[in-house]
């Protein structure tokens, strides 16, 4: 009766995809793996994810081995307590932000005027740059007139445009925000080129490339400089899925890793459930570690459908 009691087989139904995956999607690069529940039709209770960066730090003077960090999830999204619906394929999708362990130091190092963005580095807890994308946390400030942004780049838009008001109403030059620099105030963007109808190139908000007034940055060196980071670092990815089993009520963990050997690069997850011959959901297993592959460039502007994301 103690051995039925315990909730360590249930674990081991908790199954995770083979490989985990780096996409840029739009700018922004994302990490992600897949889990199911082979027992679908008994759902687990409760049931929720975390994941944690294991590495090393090393710098010139010191080492710091076996570091603990913890990765943000936007889906789901951990504020809402990062719950999943096991009885379906789930893809967990972590941004590699300023504020990810992943994240190499073209995508952390802070803009020249520190203080009028979101700080990323210890002791200050890790944020996520999509909160300020969906409008829930400022993230940046107005050196001048200290207004709150969600964004950089609505940062970056407000300067200019005051830079714009002010000189037409003869403002001197070292006057508000005129003295101000926008590349100051941004980090490097990830470009995302788009062609114009003379085949020329344009970069982000339409504007040319050389009269863009914040650095950028190309996807592939960004996706290089993460590899790299992963390897140097020795990064290893941990998952854990906690829950409740149905049947005995005790809770239990499983886990899964991911080191440098298990990262597709430039792809997603391959959707891997159908409909049967009598017309309800099945799961096709030979499906679930597969993954696709993006050969037409590094920056995915609309990325195939994914498994279910919760």
């Known amino acids: 009766m103690l051995r039925y009691s315990r909730a360590d087989r ?58 603990m960090r913890a990765m943000r999830l936007i889906r789901p999204d951990d504020e809402l307590g990062a719950k999943l619906w096991l009885s379906v394929p789930c ?12 994240a190499p130091s073209i995508l952390t190092r802070p803009p020249r005027a520190i203080l009028s963005t979101a700080a990323n580095r210890f002791p200050q807890p890790p944020q996520r740059s999509a909160d300020g994308r969906a409008g829930s946390r400022a993230q940046t400030t107005c050196a001048v007139c200290g207004g709150a942004f969600l964004t950089e780049a ?19 030059e070292d006057f508000g925000h005129l003295r101000l620099r926008v590349r100051n105030f941004s980090r490097p963007v990830v470009n995302r080129v788009d062609l114009k109808d003379d085949g ?5 908000q339409g504007m040319d490339q050389k009269h863009l007034p914040y650095p950028i940055v190309e996807p592939e060196v960004v996706r290089d400089a993460i590899k790299d980071r992963i390897e140097s670092r020795k990064i290893e990815v941990v998952c854990i899925i ?34 049967g011959h009598d017309g309800c ?30």
């Open 200 to 204: 020329s190139e344009i970069g982000p």
């Open 10 to 67: 249930r674990s081991n139904q908790i199954i995770f995809s083979k490989n985990a995956c780096i996409i840029c999607i739009r700018g922004r690069f994302y990490f992600s793996f897949q889990c199911f529940d082979l027992q679908a039709s008994q759902p687990i209770i409760g049931a929720t994810v975390r994941i944690f960066a294991i590495l090393h730090e090393v710098d010139n003077e010191a080492k710091a081995l076996w570091q």
């Open 242 to 275: 906690e829950g409740t089993d149905p049947h005995t009520a005790n809770t239990f963990q499983a886990r899964h890793s991911y080191g440098l050997r298990d990262i597709e690069y430039d792809a997603q997850h391959a959707p891997c459930m159908g409909i």
């Open 154 to 172: 609505a940062l970056r838009r407000h300067i200019l445009y005051s830079q714009q008001d002010e000189r037409s109403r003869g403002r001197a």
């Open 91 to 102: 893809v967990c999708l972590h941004e590699i932000d300023a504020w990810s362990p992943l």
């Open 281 to 310: 959901a099945e799961v096709n297993l030979s499906y679930f570690h597969n993954v696709i592959h993006h050969e037409d460039g590094v920056n995915v502007e609309d990325p195939m459908a994914f498994p279910s994301h919760t």
